[in-house]
């Protein structure tokens, strides 16, 4: 989707979902977009760093409600 919203020259990995990924990417800033990528690689660090799933869970959907 951040491809898509940065108009970068590239192919998508998945071109059979180029038509739902256009009308996401157009709904959405790339700014939301890195908030979001972020939100879900704080969660894996933190089962990394062996925070309950659940809790860890929790905060990244708390921190995509914000979004």
């Not at 998945?14 to 939100?39: C, F, H, K, M, W």
Request: hydrophobic share 60%.
């Amino acid at each position: 989707m951040l491809v898509v919203q940065l108009g970068a020259a590239v192919e998508l990995v998945n071109v059979d979902l180029a038509g739902p990924v256009q009308r996401l990417a157009q709904a959405s800033a790339p700014e939301a977009t890195l908030r979001r990528i972020e939100a879900v690689l704080a969660c894996r660090d933190a089962v990394d760093l062996n925070v309950a799933p659940l809790l860890a869970v929790e905060a990244m959907a708390l921190a995509l409600h914000r979004g």
